[in-house]
């Protein structure tokens, strides 16, 4: 049961985008087309995933048994670097129109903080395994779901009639600053 409370916490109340702003560079560059933003949601979710099943047992069993936790911000990017490239090479072989239309900002998951953030939140608060990965799934999810919605909404504000000076990133910041205190409505449930 206390699985599913993190899961959910982790998608919705702890948002990694909303509630600890990371990951913000893609939220904001690829949420214009809905196309790209599923793509890159999913593409989030592997590399999250995949990060957090393999950096949580380097981690324990190989940076803490040696002595040298000190680079683990170091060999965690090694990690992510690697499952951004792999990742990005599926893309590109499985949908190259997808490929094209997330362009740099595929690349820019190795560089995204909000990947880098859930692999050093879970060594850094001591969570077993199963917790680690029930978060990093979590914090994954809640940031696709998150895109998604933003990207809707941000799609219909493009044929809204908006001012001139606000058009743009500024209804863009302005969209999720309301996103995120609607969020931190849902703090008190769980």
């Known amino acids: 049961m206390s699985l ?3 899961l959910i916490s982790s998608i919705l109340i702890n948002n990694i985008v909303l509630m600890q702003f990371l990951g913000l560079c893609s939220f904001f560059g690829v949420s214009t087309k809905m196309k790209s933003v599923v793509g890159m949601g999913l593409a989030v979710i592997v590399v999250i995933t995949l990060a957090a099943i393999i950096t949580w047992p380097l981690y324990y069993y190989v940076l803490d048994p ?20 792999l990742t990005e090479l599926v893309i590109k072989r499985v949908s190259h129109s997808l490929y094209k239309a997330l362009g740099v900002y595929l690349p820019l ?8 953030g859930v692999a050093l939140q879970n060594v850094a608060v001591d969570k077993t395994y199963p917790v680690a990965i029930v978060y990093a799934v979590g914090s994954a999810i809640g940031y696709a779901f998150i895109i998604i919605v933003f990207a809707a909404i ?10 001139k000076a606000f058009k743009g990133l500024p209804i863009a910041f302005i969209t999720a600053s309301l996103m995120a205190l609607a969020f931190m409505g849902l703090g008190g449930m769980i």
């Open 154 to 163: 941000r799609i219909r504000l493009d044929s809204a009639n908006v001012p």
């Open 66 to 85: 040696l002595n040298i936790k000190y680079i683990d911000t170091i060999a965690f990017i090694l990690v992510i670097a690697s499952l951004v490239q």
């Open 109 to 116: 998951i190795a560089t995204n903080c909000a990947v880098l």
């Open 4 to 6: 599913l409370l993190l």
